[in-house]
C-alpha cells in the first residue's frame, strides 16, 4: 500500500454521497445506541491524515481517542501484527502461551514508573483492565471500597459505568449500578471556587475527610484516577493534588491506582502523566495508545499486588490476543524510535501558543475560558463571553465548521463545553498548523 498523501483535500460535501450511502445502510443495521462523531466512512488513515470513501482526507485531531498515536497504520505495527497473524492468531494465553504476552509485560514493567519489581496481566478493554485492577485491589486488599473522582471517566461496563461520573450519555437508564463505589471531590482549577492555586490543597483535604468520615479509609480497596481526566475535560488535577492523595493511599494500606488509558503511553510528553509531579502508582491501567489501534489494554503493578489474585483468577479468553500483542511491540518500538514523548511536547508548544493567541486577538475569542491539558492531550474550555458559564453549543458549533472543513475534532467535558485535540503523535507540523488555521476560521463562523 502506498503511503496516504499528507494534506487535507475536501472534494465532496462532508459527508460526501458514498458516506451518505453507507450511512443508511448502518442506520438499518447498526444499533442506534452506538454513536459516531461524524458519520463519515473511513477507507484508510495514516500518519496525520483520516482517508474517506469518497476521497476526502481529514486531519486527524482524534486519533480514534487518543489510540493512533503512532498512526493509524504504523510501519512496525502493521509488520508485526501482520508477520504474527500468518504463523497463529489465537491460543488463549490460558490455554498455551506464547512470547508476546510475555514480551509486553516485560516491557511495561521497564516503561512504567517506579523501580520496584512488578508485574502486569492483559486484557481487552480499557473497562475490562480498570474492573481487573478492583478485582486485584479487593484481592489484595480484602477491603472492598472503591474511591473515584468528579469529573472521572473509567468506562461502559456494569463497573466501570458506576466509577464513571457523568449520567448522559454513559449511565443514563443502565443502572442499577455496582455497589460500594463513592465519588469525592477533584481539584478542577478552573473551576475551583477559590481559584486554582489553591485547588490542589483544598481538594485534597476534602476529599481525603470525606473518605475518612463518610467510608472510612481501613474499608478502601482503591482511590482510582486519571492522572489528566480525559472524558471528564482535559482536567489537570492542581498541583499537590494527586501527591496528596498518593500520600494518604500509601499511610492507609489502600492501592492507588493510576487510569492512564487515554493519558499514558507518550500522550502527555512522558510514558506515564503521573511521571510529571513524581507519582509512582501501585497500579497503572492502560490501553488505548499501547498497540498502535488494535485492542489490548493491562493492568501493571507492583509484583506482590498483582499476584494476590488466586491461580485462575484472572483472565479471559481474548486477553493479551497475539496479533494485539504483536502491535503493542511495534508501537512501542515506534515511540522509542520517533522519540513520542518529544513530538508531544512540540505539540503542546505549536497548539498552546496558537490557541493563545487566538483567545487574544479574535473578536470572540474571550469564549475560550481555558486553554490546558498536557503534550498532545490538549483542550480548550468554552464559555459564554465575559462568565464562566459553559457553553456546548460553541463546542458543538466549532467541531462542526471544523468536520466540514476536513478537520477531525472531537468534544468532551461534564458540561459538554471543551474541544479537545488528540492528534497522532506522528503528525506534522505543517498538518498541525493547517488543522489549527480551521479551528481559527471556525470561529468567525459563531
Ligand atoms: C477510554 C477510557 C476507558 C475505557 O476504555 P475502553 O477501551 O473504551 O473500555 C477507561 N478509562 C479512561 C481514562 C479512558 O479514557
Same mark, same amino acid.
Given at each position: ?199 490542589? /490543597?483544598?481538594?485534597?483535604?476534602? *476529599? $481525603?475527610?470525606?473518605?475518612? @468520615?463518610?467510608? #472510612?479509609?481501613?474499608? !478502601? &480497596?482503591?482511590? +482510582? ?12 488535577? /492542581?498541583?499537590?493534588?494527586?501527591? *496528596? $492523595?498518593?500520600?494518604?493511599? @500509601?499511610?492507609? #494500606?489502600?492501592?492507588? !491506582? &493510576?487510569?492512564? +488509558? ?185
Amino acid at each position: 500500500m502506498t503511503a496516504i498523501p499528507q494534506e487535507r483535500r475536501v472534494v465532496t460535501a462532508i459527508p460526501g454521497p458514498k458516506s451518505v450511502e453507507l450511512q443508511a445502510r448502518r442506520l438499518a443495521a447498526v444499533a442506534a445506541g452506538v454513536g459516531s462523531t461524524l458519520p463519515v466512512f473511513t477507507a484508510r488513515a495514516g500518519g496525520g491524515i483520516i482517508e474517506d470513501v469518497d476521497g476526502n482526507r481529514l486531519i486527524d485531531f482524534g486519533s480514534g481517542i487518543a489510540v493512533t498515536s503512532v498512526g493509524a497504520s504504523a510501519e512496525a505495527v502493521v509488520r508485526r501484527a501482520t508477520a504474527q497473524l500468518a504463523n497463529f492468531t489465537h491460543t488463549c494465553f490460558m490455554v498455551t502461551p506464547y512470547e508476546g504476552y510475555v514480551e509486553v509485560c516485560e516491557q511495561l514493567a521497564e516503561l512504567t514508573p517506579g523501580d520496584h519489581a512488578k508485574k502486569s496481566a492483559l486484557f481487552n478493554s480499557g473497562a475490562e483492565a480498570v474492573e481487573n485492577a478492583v478485582k486485584i485491589a479487593r484481592a489484595h486488599t480484602k477491603r472492598t471500597a472503591v474511591v473515584v473522582f468528579d469529573h472521572g471517566y473509567h468506562g461502559r461496563t456494569n463497573l466501570t459505568m458506576g466509577m464513571t461520573a457523568k449520567n448522559m450519555p454513559y449511565k443514563q437508564g443502565f443502572g442499577p449500578f455496582a455497589p460500594e463505589v463513592y465519588r469525592v471531590p477533584v481539584a478542577y482549577g478552573y473551576r475551583w471556587p477559590t481559584g486554582a492555586e489553591n485547588a490542589g /490543597a483544598e481538594a485534597s483535604a476534602q *476529599a $481525603i475527610d470525606e473518605i475518612t @468520615k463518610q467510608i #472510612g479509609a481501613e474499608n !478502601v &480497596a482503591a482511590i +482510582i484516577i486519571e492522572p489528566v481526566l480525559g472524558e471528564g475535560g482535559f482536567i489537570e488535577p /492542581a498541583k499537590g493534588f494527586l501527591p *496528596a $492523595i498518593a500520600q494518604f493511599a @500509601k499511610e492507609n #494500606g489502600i492501592v492507588f !491506582v &493510576a487510569d492512564e +488509558i487515554q493519558s499514558g503511553f507518550c500522550r502527555t510528553g512522558q510514558w506515564f502523566a503521573c511521571e510529571d509531579e513524581g507519582i509512582v502508582p501501585d497500579l497503572i491501567t492502560t490501553a488505548k495508545g499501547i498497540a498502535g489501534g488494535l485492542p489490548l489494554s493491562a493492568v501493571t503493578g507492583r509484583a506482590e499486588i498483582m499476584d494476590a489474585a488466586h491461580a485462575g483468577g484472572l483472565g479471559g479468553t481474548y486477553g493479551g490476543n497475539p496479533v494485539a500483542c504483536a502491535g503493542a511491540l511495534g508501537a512501542i518500538e515506534t515511540m522509542r524510535e520517533l522519540d513520542l514523548n518529544g513530538k508531544a511536547k512540540r505539540i503542546e508548544e505549536v497548539m498552546k501558543g496558537r490557541l493563545a493567541e487566538m483567545q487574544a486577538k479574535l473578536p470572540n475569542g474571550s469564549i475560550i475560558g481555558d486553554i490546558r491539558g498536557r503534550g498532545a492531550m490538549i483542550a480548550i474550555e468554552l464559555v459564554k463571553a465575559g462568565t464562566k458559564d459553559p457553553n456546548p453549543e460553541a463546542a458543538g458549533a466549532l467541531a462542526k465548521a471544523c468536520h466540514a472543513e476536513g478537520v477531525m475534532v472531537l468534544t468532551c467535558g461534564t458540561y459538554g463545553n471543551v474541544l479537545r485535540f488528540l492528534p497522532p503523535l506522528v503528525i506534522g507540523e505543517d498538518l498541525l498548523n493547517e488543522g489549527l488555521d480551521v479551528i481559527e476560521q471556525a470561529f468567525g463562523t459563531l
